[in-house]
């Protein structure tokens, strides 16, 4: 994670934002600000740009029950429902959406917890949503070579929220490696079984942990 001097100077430049919006920087409410966003671009929001995903890369062999996927199409595994809560690098506003990944394995699989801190790695930067569903790809089909990969999200951008665009709009993004960009049977096998276009807005908080406990999003 950054220095002391990293949140220094965002501190700064936070407190310099307030001052340019007429703002006093000092008065009781806004006193602990600049330390506050600081501390939460550095620790949560941007924080992938501190963390190396390649330190998520044990894997297991395929037989070992401990890391049997919830859901399998044949040879292919599927973890579905991975939180994605990115920053969109046009407004530096927050994306927050829902990762599925298939993958058919080379004999070796990854544990499930690191899907989500592979997500998490590469979410956690400025980003767009169609470089990120790329770059989970490419990483997982280049570091543990699996015969293919699929990775589809699906999410809310505020930026399209807060600007008064009138309905939240999902954006959904799909990349492919190695056998899923040849057989487009076995990708639509994948779509139609993680991915339903019915799901909205109160859904996609709910199943990233955003709203609620319940599992009860369709
Ligand atoms: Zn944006």
Redesign the pocket.
């Known amino acids: 994670m950054g220095g002391p001097e990293l949140y220094r100077r965002i501190e700064d430049l936070v407190r310099q934002l307030l001052l340019a919006i007429g703002e006093d920087p000092e008065r009781e409410g806004l006193r602990e600000t600049p330390r506050r966003v600081a501390r939460m671009l550095i620790e949560e929001l941007l924080s992938g740009y501190f963390d190396d995903p390649r330190r998520y890369l044990k894997t297991f062999s395929v037989e070992d029950e401990e890391v049997a996927a919830p859901i399998r199409i044949g040879d292919v595994v599927v973890v579905n429902d991975i939180p994605v809560r990115s920053m ?1 690098e ?2 530096m ?1 927050p994306i927050i959406g829902l990762a599925h990944i298939a993958y058919i394995p080379n004999g070796r699989v990854l544990g499930l917890s690191k899907f989500a801190r592979i997500v998490n790695a590469f979410s956690r930067r400025l980003q767009i949503q169609e470089r990120l569903t790329e770059q989970i790809a490419d990483f997982i089909y280049s570091e543990i070579s699996p015969q293919g990969v699929m990775v589809v999200i699906e999410a809310y ?1 505020m ?1 399209t929220i807060v600007r008064g665009v009138r309905e939240p709009m999902k954006m959904v993004t799909v990349a492919t490696r190695g056998r899923f960009s040849e057989d487009p049977a076995l990708r639509s096998d994948v779509l139609t079984l993680v991915f339903s276009p019915r799901r909205g807005l109160e859904a996609i908080l709910s199943l990233s942990g955003l709203r609620g406990t319940s599992n009860s999003g369709q």
């Open positions: 969109c046009h407004h506003l951008h930026c």
